[in-house]
Protein backbone atom coordinates (compact mmCIF):
# COMPACT_ATOMS: atom_id res chain seq x y z
CA UNK A 1 0.00 0.00 0.00
CA UNK A 2 1.07 3.61 -0.98
CA UNK A 3 1.89 6.24 1.61
CA UNK A 4 -1.12 7.39 2.83
CA UNK A 5 -2.06 11.43 1.07
CA UNK A 6 -3.89 14.21 1.89
CA UNK A 7 -6.17 13.78 -1.32
CA UNK A 8 -6.49 11.27 -3.74
CA UNK A 9 -7.64 12.70 -7.32
CA UNK A 10 -9.40 10.22 -9.24
CA UNK A 11 -8.94 11.83 -12.90
CA UNK A 12 -6.55 13.75 -14.62
CA UNK A 13 -8.20 15.80 -16.77
CA UNK A 14 -8.87 19.01 -16.57
CA UNK A 15 -11.46 18.98 -13.43
CA UNK A 16 -9.08 16.56 -11.55
CA UNK A 17 -5.96 18.65 -12.33
CA UNK A 18 -7.14 21.91 -11.43
CA UNK A 19 -8.34 20.32 -7.81
CA UNK A 20 -4.79 18.76 -7.06
CA UNK A 21 -3.26 21.98 -8.14
CA UNK A 22 -5.12 24.21 -5.62
CA UNK A 23 -5.02 21.80 -3.04
CA UNK A 24 -1.22 21.43 -3.49
CA UNK A 25 -1.49 25.35 -3.30
CA UNK A 26 -2.91 25.05 0.27
CA UNK A 27 -0.61 22.57 1.58
CA UNK A 28 -1.89 19.46 1.05
CA UNK A 29 -0.49 16.58 -0.37
CA UNK A 30 -2.43 14.81 -2.96
CA UNK A 31 -1.69 12.11 -5.24
CA UNK A 32 -3.29 12.10 -8.69
CA UNK A 33 -4.71 8.48 -10.26
CA UNK A 34 -5.41 8.16 -14.10
CA UNK A 35 -6.07 5.15 -15.72
CA UNK A 36 -5.10 6.06 -18.92
CA UNK A 37 -1.73 6.46 -20.73
CA UNK A 38 -1.88 9.78 -21.09
CA UNK A 39 -3.04 13.08 -19.08
CA UNK A 40 -6.10 15.31 -20.23
CA UNK A 41 -9.45 13.21 -20.42
CA UNK A 42 -11.76 14.39 -22.65
CA UNK A 43 -8.84 16.80 -24.15
CA UNK A 44 -7.38 14.99 -26.59
CA UNK A 45 -5.07 16.48 -29.24
CA UNK A 46 -4.65 14.08 -32.04
CA UNK A 47 -1.15 14.76 -32.76
CA UNK A 48 -0.51 12.19 -35.47
CA UNK A 49 -3.33 13.94 -37.85
CA UNK A 50 -1.32 17.57 -38.18
CA UNK A 51 -1.63 20.68 -36.17
CA UNK A 52 -4.62 21.57 -34.63
CA UNK A 53 -6.35 18.07 -34.92
CA UNK A 54 -8.54 18.09 -31.66
CA UNK A 55 -10.65 14.85 -30.75
CA UNK A 56 -11.95 16.56 -27.51
CA UNK A 57 -11.87 20.42 -26.57
CA UNK A 58 -11.87 21.70 -29.58
CA UNK A 59 -12.19 25.00 -28.94
CA UNK A 60 -12.12 27.38 -26.02
CA UNK A 61 -14.77 30.26 -25.80
CA UNK A 62 -13.48 33.49 -25.68
CA UNK A 63 -15.21 34.55 -22.25
CA UNK A 64 -13.64 30.69 -20.63
CA UNK A 65 -11.59 33.29 -18.14
CA UNK A 66 -10.47 29.83 -15.88
CA UNK A 67 -8.95 27.83 -18.51
CA UNK A 68 -7.45 31.00 -20.53
CA UNK A 69 -5.97 31.84 -17.21
CA UNK A 70 -4.72 28.52 -16.32
CA UNK A 71 -3.50 28.34 -19.86
CA UNK A 72 -1.08 32.03 -19.43
CA UNK A 73 -0.40 30.72 -15.83
CA UNK A 74 1.69 27.79 -17.93
CA UNK A 75 2.72 29.89 -20.63
CA UNK A 76 0.48 28.62 -23.04
CA UNK A 77 0.26 30.06 -26.09
CA UNK A 78 -3.68 30.76 -27.31
CA UNK A 79 -4.51 31.26 -30.82
CA UNK A 80 -7.37 33.54 -32.39
CA UNK A 81 -9.59 31.40 -33.98
CA UNK A 82 -12.21 33.54 -34.90
CA UNK A 83 -11.19 33.34 -38.86
CA UNK A 84 -11.65 29.40 -38.34
CA UNK A 85 -14.97 29.67 -37.38
CA UNK A 86 -16.07 32.38 -39.99
CA UNK A 87 -15.17 29.52 -42.46
CA UNK A 88 -16.82 26.77 -40.32
CA UNK A 89 -20.34 28.94 -40.97
CA UNK A 90 -20.03 28.52 -44.68
CA UNK A 91 -20.66 24.89 -44.46
CA UNK A 92 -23.53 23.63 -47.03
CA UNK A 93 -27.12 21.38 -45.69
CA UNK A 94 -27.98 17.95 -47.11
CA UNK A 95 -31.61 17.20 -46.89
CA UNK A 96 -32.70 13.90 -48.44
CA UNK A 97 -30.18 13.48 -50.50
CA UNK A 98 -30.08 17.11 -51.64
CA UNK A 99 -27.17 20.03 -51.21
CA UNK A 100 -28.49 22.84 -50.41
CA UNK A 101 -26.42 26.29 -50.30
CA UNK A 102 -26.87 28.50 -47.47
CA UNK A 103 -28.26 31.23 -49.60
CA UNK A 104 -31.33 29.22 -50.99
CA UNK A 105 -32.41 27.79 -47.66
CA UNK A 106 -34.86 30.27 -46.85
CA UNK A 107 -36.72 29.98 -49.96
CA UNK A 108 -36.31 25.99 -50.61
CA UNK A 109 -39.10 24.15 -50.82
CA UNK A 110 -37.70 21.62 -47.86
CA UNK A 111 -37.57 24.63 -45.55
CA UNK A 112 -40.18 23.74 -42.52
CA UNK A 113 -39.24 26.52 -40.53
CA UNK A 114 -41.74 29.13 -39.19
CA UNK A 115 -42.17 32.01 -41.62
CA UNK A 116 -40.33 34.85 -39.31
CA UNK A 117 -37.66 31.94 -39.15
CA UNK A 118 -37.16 30.76 -42.61
CA UNK A 119 -33.68 32.21 -42.59
CA UNK A 120 -32.26 30.40 -39.90
CA UNK A 121 -29.77 27.66 -40.35
CA UNK A 122 -30.92 23.92 -39.28
CA UNK A 123 -28.15 23.43 -37.20
CA UNK A 124 -28.15 26.52 -35.36
CA UNK A 125 -31.78 27.18 -35.11
CA UNK A 126 -32.67 25.58 -32.05
CA UNK A 127 -29.56 27.78 -30.25
CA UNK A 128 -31.40 30.49 -31.34
CA UNK A 129 -34.72 29.82 -30.09
CA UNK A 130 -32.70 29.06 -26.84
CA UNK A 131 -31.30 31.97 -26.91
CA UNK A 132 -33.95 34.09 -27.85
CA UNK A 133 -37.07 32.92 -26.06
CA UNK A 134 -34.94 31.65 -22.83
CA UNK A 135 -36.59 32.18 -19.59
CA UNK A 136 -33.59 31.93 -17.48
CA UNK A 137 -32.22 35.40 -16.45
CA UNK A 138 -29.11 33.53 -15.81
CA UNK A 139 -27.16 30.36 -16.41
CA UNK A 140 -27.80 29.64 -12.59
CA UNK A 141 -31.00 29.90 -12.35
CA UNK A 142 -31.69 26.52 -14.20
CA UNK A 143 -31.86 24.15 -11.25
CA UNK A 144 -33.89 26.23 -9.84
CA UNK A 145 -37.11 25.09 -8.41
CA UNK A 146 -39.42 27.93 -9.60
CA UNK A 147 -38.35 26.47 -13.65
CA UNK A 148 -39.59 23.10 -13.04
CA UNK A 149 -41.97 22.62 -15.50
CA UNK A 150 -39.48 23.62 -17.92
CA UNK A 151 -37.48 19.98 -17.53
CA UNK A 152 -39.88 18.53 -20.55
CA UNK A 153 -38.51 17.15 -23.62
CA UNK A 154 -36.83 19.94 -25.77
CA UNK A 155 -39.97 18.42 -28.72
CA UNK A 156 -42.89 19.56 -26.13
CA UNK A 157 -40.75 22.70 -25.55
CA UNK A 158 -40.56 23.80 -29.51
CA UNK A 159 -43.85 22.67 -30.13
CA UNK A 160 -45.07 25.21 -27.10
CA UNK A 161 -43.08 28.12 -29.41
CA UNK A 162 -45.70 26.32 -32.48
CA UNK A 163 -43.19 24.69 -34.33
CA UNK A 164 -44.60 22.02 -36.91
CA UNK A 165 -43.53 17.78 -36.58
CA UNK A 166 -41.31 18.75 -39.75
CA UNK A 167 -39.61 21.89 -38.22
CA UNK A 168 -38.62 20.17 -34.74
CA UNK A 169 -37.06 16.90 -36.73
CA UNK A 170 -35.04 19.50 -38.92
CA UNK A 171 -34.01 21.70 -36.09
CA UNK A 172 -33.32 19.15 -33.51
CA UNK A 173 -33.45 15.76 -35.62
CA UNK A 174 -30.33 15.57 -37.45
CA UNK A 175 -26.85 14.30 -35.74
CA UNK A 176 -28.03 15.71 -32.57
CA UNK A 177 -25.59 17.22 -29.59
CA UNK A 178 -27.59 15.66 -26.74
CA UNK A 179 -29.48 12.66 -27.10
CA UNK A 180 -30.72 10.93 -30.05
CA UNK A 181 -33.70 13.57 -30.92
CA UNK A 182 -35.58 15.74 -29.49
CA UNK A 183 -37.82 13.60 -27.25
CA UNK A 184 -34.84 12.59 -25.62
CA UNK A 185 -33.14 15.65 -23.97
CA UNK A 186 -34.69 18.29 -21.33
CA UNK A 187 -35.52 21.49 -22.65
CA UNK A 188 -34.26 22.94 -19.16
CA UNK A 189 -30.68 21.41 -20.66
CA UNK A 190 -30.63 23.49 -23.40
CA UNK A 191 -32.05 26.61 -22.31
CA UNK A 192 -29.38 26.12 -19.35
CA UNK A 193 -27.39 25.81 -22.65
CA UNK A 194 -28.57 28.88 -24.31
CA UNK A 195 -28.32 31.14 -21.25
CA UNK A 196 -24.66 30.05 -20.98
CA UNK A 197 -23.86 31.15 -24.55
CA UNK A 198 -25.56 34.89 -23.64
CA UNK A 199 -23.54 35.08 -21.21
CA UNK A 200 -20.21 34.12 -22.99
CA UNK A 201 -21.37 36.11 -25.75
CA UNK A 202 -21.59 39.01 -23.02
CA UNK A 203 -17.71 38.26 -22.07
CA UNK A 204 -15.93 38.48 -25.62
CA UNK A 205 -13.88 41.29 -26.64
CA UNK A 206 -12.66 42.38 -30.14
CA UNK A 207 -14.85 40.19 -32.21
CA UNK A 208 -13.04 37.42 -30.92
CA UNK A 209 -14.76 34.35 -30.77
CA UNK A 210 -12.98 31.35 -29.89
CA UNK A 211 -9.41 30.17 -29.14
CA UNK A 212 -7.32 26.92 -29.32
CA UNK A 213 -4.01 26.48 -27.99
CA UNK A 214 -0.54 26.65 -30.01
CA UNK A 215 0.22 22.91 -31.13
CA UNK A 216 -2.87 21.35 -29.03
CA UNK A 217 -5.12 21.61 -26.55
CA UNK A 218 -4.05 18.99 -24.91
CA UNK A 219 -0.70 20.83 -23.94
CA UNK A 220 -2.99 22.41 -21.00
CA UNK A 221 -3.51 19.40 -18.87
CA UNK A 222 -0.38 18.27 -19.63
CA UNK A 223 1.63 21.18 -18.55
CA UNK A 224 -1.10 21.26 -15.13
CA UNK A 225 0.39 17.94 -14.79
CA UNK A 226 3.71 18.78 -15.04
CA UNK A 227 3.26 21.21 -12.42
CA UNK A 228 2.32 18.99 -10.04
CA UNK A 229 4.85 18.63 -6.90
CA UNK A 230 3.92 14.59 -7.35
CA UNK A 231 3.87 13.15 -10.63
CA UNK A 232 0.45 11.49 -11.94
CA UNK A 233 0.32 7.88 -11.80
CA UNK A 234 -0.78 6.85 -15.19
CA UNK A 235 -2.39 3.24 -15.88
CA UNK A 236 -3.96 2.65 -12.08
CA UNK A 237 -7.27 1.89 -12.85
CA UNK A 238 -9.50 2.18 -9.79
CA UNK A 239 -12.14 -0.73 -9.53
CA UNK A 240 -13.64 0.32 -6.05
CA UNK A 241 -12.82 2.87 -3.55
CA UNK A 242 -14.21 2.79 0.49
CA UNK A 243 -14.87 5.90 2.35
CA UNK A 244 -14.59 5.71 6.44
CA UNK A 245 -14.34 7.75 9.13
CA UNK A 246 -10.66 8.12 8.92
CA UNK A 247 -10.36 8.28 5.44
CA UNK A 248 -10.73 6.55 2.01
CA UNK A 249 -9.22 3.43 0.56
CA UNK A 250 -9.01 3.16 -3.10
CA UNK A 251 -8.43 -0.25 -5.10
CA UNK A 252 -6.81 -0.62 -8.41
CA UNK A 253 -7.38 -3.39 -11.29
CA UNK A 254 -3.53 -4.24 -11.00
CA UNK A 255 -3.59 -4.71 -7.05
CA UNK A 256 -2.11 -1.33 -5.58
CA UNK A 257 -4.07 0.61 -3.12
CA UNK A 258 -4.21 3.99 -2.23
CA UNK A 259 -5.44 5.57 1.13
CA UNK A 260 -5.80 9.26 2.33
CA UNK A 261 -8.11 11.64 4.29
CA UNK A 262 -10.08 12.71 1.08
CA UNK A 263 -11.24 11.42 -2.50
CA UNK A 264 -11.70 13.97 -4.98
CA UNK A 265 -13.62 11.60 -7.85
CA UNK A 266 -13.68 13.60 -11.20
CA UNK A 267 -15.05 10.68 -13.40
CA UNK A 268 -17.94 10.77 -15.38
CA UNK A 269 -20.87 9.31 -14.29
CA UNK A 270 -20.70 7.03 -17.22
CA UNK A 271 -17.55 5.47 -15.61
CA UNK A 272 -18.30 5.78 -12.07
CA UNK A 273 -20.98 3.72 -12.30
CA UNK A 274 -18.80 0.90 -13.00
CA UNK A 275 -16.72 1.21 -9.68
CA UNK A 276 -18.03 -0.26 -6.51
CA UNK A 277 -18.16 2.45 -3.70
CA UNK A 278 -18.37 1.35 0.13
CA UNK A 279 -21.06 2.84 1.62
CA UNK A 280 -23.16 2.86 -1.76
CA UNK A 281 -24.54 6.29 -3.33
CA UNK A 282 -28.28 6.00 -2.23
CA UNK A 283 -31.27 8.03 -3.08
CA UNK A 284 -31.15 10.41 -6.27
CA UNK A 285 -27.52 10.76 -6.10
CA UNK A 286 -27.37 6.95 -6.34
CA UNK A 287 -29.79 7.14 -9.59
CA UNK A 288 -28.35 9.95 -11.26
CA UNK A 289 -25.00 8.01 -11.07
CA UNK A 290 -26.73 4.77 -12.41
CA UNK A 291 -28.90 6.53 -15.28
CA UNK A 292 -27.24 9.72 -16.47
CA UNK A 293 -26.62 9.30 -20.28
CA UNK A 294 -23.18 10.55 -21.97
CA UNK A 295 -23.23 11.59 -25.75
CA UNK A 296 -22.46 9.30 -28.07
CA UNK A 297 -19.78 10.54 -30.73
CA UNK A 298 -17.43 9.24 -33.56
CA UNK A 299 -15.26 11.56 -35.01
CA UNK A 300 -13.67 10.33 -38.37
CA UNK A 301 -10.76 12.02 -40.12
CA UNK A 302 -10.47 11.97 -43.70
CA UNK A 303 -7.53 13.46 -46.04
CA UNK A 304 -8.23 14.69 -49.13
CA UNK A 305 -6.29 14.25 -52.66
CA UNK A 306 -7.36 16.74 -53.89
CA UNK A 307 -9.88 19.92 -53.21
CA UNK A 308 -12.92 18.45 -55.01
CA UNK A 309 -15.46 20.90 -53.36
CA UNK A 310 -13.67 23.46 -56.08
CA UNK A 311 -14.73 21.18 -58.60
CA UNK A 312 -18.53 20.55 -57.59
CA UNK A 313 -18.74 24.74 -56.08
CA UNK A 314 -20.33 23.66 -52.48
CA UNK A 315 -18.63 24.53 -49.12
CA UNK A 316 -15.82 22.01 -48.06
CA UNK A 317 -18.27 21.33 -45.33
CA UNK A 318 -21.33 20.09 -45.12
CA UNK A 319 -24.18 19.21 -42.23
CA UNK A 320 -26.12 16.34 -43.05
CA UNK A 321 -28.66 14.10 -42.52
CA UNK A 322 -26.91 10.86 -43.61
CA UNK A 323 -24.38 8.50 -40.90
CA UNK A 324 -21.11 11.08 -42.31
CA UNK A 325 -22.96 13.56 -39.59
CA UNK A 326 -20.98 17.48 -39.34
CA UNK A 327 -18.53 16.99 -42.41
CA UNK A 328 -16.26 19.92 -41.70
CA UNK A 329 -12.92 20.98 -43.11
CA UNK A 330 -10.45 21.69 -41.06
CA UNK A 331 -8.36 24.83 -41.56
CA UNK A 332 -5.11 25.48 -40.49
CA UNK A 333 -5.09 28.34 -37.72
CA UNK A 334 -1.79 30.12 -39.23
CA UNK A 335 -3.36 30.03 -42.44
CA UNK A 336 -7.28 29.97 -42.87
CA UNK A 337 -7.95 29.46 -46.39
CA UNK A 338 -6.25 25.73 -46.14
CA UNK A 339 -8.20 22.77 -45.53
CA UNK A 340 -5.68 20.49 -44.01
CA UNK A 341 -8.34 17.53 -43.76
CA UNK A 342 -11.83 16.66 -43.85
CA UNK A 343 -13.53 15.71 -39.46
CA UNK A 344 -16.90 14.24 -39.97
CA UNK A 345 -18.42 14.42 -36.70
CA UNK A 346 -20.87 11.50 -36.11
CA UNK A 347 -23.54 12.18 -33.16
CA UNK A 348 -25.74 10.40 -30.94
CA UNK A 349 -27.81 7.54 -33.53
CA UNK A 350 -25.21 8.26 -36.26
CA UNK A 351 -22.24 7.51 -33.92
CA UNK A 352 -23.55 4.50 -31.64
CA UNK A 353 -24.38 3.03 -35.33
CA UNK A 354 -20.61 3.41 -36.35
CA UNK A 355 -19.73 2.13 -33.40
CA UNK A 356 -21.31 -1.10 -34.04
CA UNK A 357 -19.10 -1.84 -37.12
CA UNK A 358 -16.64 -4.35 -37.08
CA UNK A 359 -13.75 -1.76 -37.56
CA UNK A 360 -12.41 1.77 -37.40
CA UNK A 361 -11.58 0.84 -40.99
CA UNK A 362 -14.82 -0.14 -42.12
CA UNK A 363 -16.64 2.50 -40.21
CA UNK A 364 -14.12 4.97 -42.55
CA UNK A 365 -15.44 3.46 -45.70
CA UNK A 366 -18.88 3.62 -44.82
CA UNK A 367 -18.46 7.85 -43.83
CA UNK A 368 -16.71 8.23 -47.03
CA UNK A 369 -19.56 6.11 -48.94
CA UNK A 370 -22.48 8.36 -47.19
CA UNK A 371 -19.58 11.19 -48.66
CA UNK A 372 -19.76 10.03 -52.10
CA UNK A 373 -23.06 9.78 -52.19
CA UNK A 374 -23.90 12.85 -51.45
CA UNK A 375 -21.32 14.75 -53.66
CA UNK A 376 -19.94 12.39 -56.46
CA UNK A 377 -16.97 14.77 -56.68
CA UNK A 378 -15.88 13.31 -53.61
CA UNK A 379 -15.01 9.68 -55.31
CA UNK A 380 -12.08 8.24 -54.52
CA UNK A 381 -10.52 11.22 -52.81
CA UNK A 382 -10.81 10.88 -49.10
CA UNK A 383 -9.02 8.32 -47.40
CA UNK A 384 -9.12 7.19 -43.77
CA UNK A 385 -6.30 8.66 -41.47
CA UNK A 386 -7.93 8.27 -37.79
CA UNK A 387 -10.77 7.54 -35.66
CA UNK A 388 -11.82 8.49 -32.52
CA UNK A 389 -15.22 7.05 -30.80
CA UNK A 390 -16.09 8.57 -27.03
CA UNK A 391 -18.94 6.49 -27.04
CA UNK A 392 -16.61 3.58 -27.32
CA UNK A 393 -13.75 4.54 -25.38
CA UNK A 394 -13.93 2.65 -22.12
CA UNK A 395 -12.38 5.50 -19.63
CA UNK A 396 -14.49 8.12 -21.13
CA UNK A 397 -17.91 5.81 -22.21
CA UNK A 398 -19.43 9.13 -24.16
CA UNK A 399 -18.26 12.60 -25.05
CA UNK A 400 -20.16 14.58 -22.61
CA UNK A 401 -23.07 14.49 -19.85
CA UNK A 402 -26.76 14.90 -20.77
CA UNK A 403 -30.27 15.17 -18.79
CA UNK A 404 -33.28 13.05 -20.27
CA UNK A 405 -36.55 15.13 -19.58
CA UNK A 406 -37.49 14.81 -16.30
CA UNK A 407 -34.37 14.21 -15.11
CA UNK A 408 -33.02 17.69 -14.39
CA UNK A 409 -35.16 18.94 -11.58
CA UNK A 410 -34.69 16.09 -9.51
CA UNK A 411 -30.37 15.02 -9.99
CA UNK A 412 -29.18 18.33 -10.54
CA UNK A 413 -29.03 20.17 -7.24
CA UNK A 414 -27.76 16.58 -5.42
CA UNK A 415 -25.86 14.27 -7.25
CA UNK A 416 -22.54 16.13 -6.54
CA UNK A 417 -23.34 16.21 -3.17
CA UNK A 418 -20.25 15.15 -0.89
CA UNK A 419 -20.02 11.57 0.12
CA UNK A 420 -18.68 10.45 3.23
CA UNK A 421 -14.96 11.71 2.12
CA UNK A 422 -15.90 11.83 -1.46
CA UNK A 423 -16.09 14.89 -3.22
CA UNK A 424 -16.81 15.11 -6.76
CA UNK A 425 -15.98 16.95 -9.62
CA UNK A 426 -16.39 17.17 -13.94
CA UNK A 427 -18.59 19.09 -15.82
CA UNK A 428 -21.52 17.63 -16.08
CA UNK A 429 -21.65 18.72 -12.29
CA UNK A 430 -21.73 22.38 -13.41
CA UNK A 431 -24.21 24.35 -12.01
CA UNK A 432 -23.46 28.03 -14.08
CA UNK A 433 -21.10 27.13 -16.66
CA UNK A 434 -20.12 24.62 -19.67
CA UNK A 435 -17.57 22.36 -21.28
CA UNK A 436 -13.80 23.18 -20.50
CA UNK A 437 -14.71 26.34 -17.58
CA UNK A 438 -17.43 23.82 -16.12
CA UNK A 439 -15.06 21.47 -15.67
CA UNK A 440 -12.95 24.00 -13.71
CA UNK A 441 -15.55 25.48 -11.99
CA UNK A 442 -16.61 22.11 -10.27
CA UNK A 443 -13.22 21.63 -9.20
CA UNK A 444 -13.28 24.55 -7.53
CA UNK A 445 -16.57 23.59 -5.34
CA UNK A 446 -14.83 20.36 -4.60
CA UNK A 447 -11.57 21.85 -3.31
CA UNK A 448 -13.64 24.75 -1.34
CA UNK A 449 -15.74 21.52 0.88
CA UNK A 450 -12.33 19.99 1.50
CA UNK A 451 -10.54 22.89 2.80
CA UNK A 452 -14.09 23.83 4.88
CA UNK A 453 -13.12 20.29 6.79
CA UNK A 454 -9.82 21.74 7.90
CA UNK A 455 -10.78 24.81 8.86
CA UNK A 456 -13.16 23.24 11.59
Sequence with gaps: MSKAADVIVIGAGLAGLHAASLLEGKGLSVRVLEAQQRVGGRIHSMRQLGENAEAGGTYIGAGYQRIRQTAARHGIKLVDVTPLLEFFREQDFVLEGQIIRQADWATHALNPFP??????????????????????????????????????????????????????????????????????????????????????????????????????????????????????ELEQCVTAIESHDAGVQVHCSNGRRFTGRHLVCSLPFSVLRGISIDPPLEGLQADAVDKLPSQAITQVYLSVKQPFWEEDGYSASLFTDTLAGMVAGVRAYDDPDRVTHLSAWAMGANAMTLDRLASDAEAGRQVIAAIERIRPAATGQLELIGLHSWGADPYAKGAWAYFKPGQVHPWARVMGRTHGKIHFCGEHLAASARGMEGALETAESAVEAILGTYAV
Excluded at 143 to 166: F, N, Q, V
Aim: charged share 25%; hydrophobic share 45%.
Design 115 to 232: ERDRQHLPWNYHRVLTMRDNPLAAPEEWTDAKHAALDISMHAWLKSLGLSEAAIRVAYGINTSFGDDAHDVSALLMLFRGAFSKAQRALMRDGVLGFTAERGVQRIPEAMAASLEASV
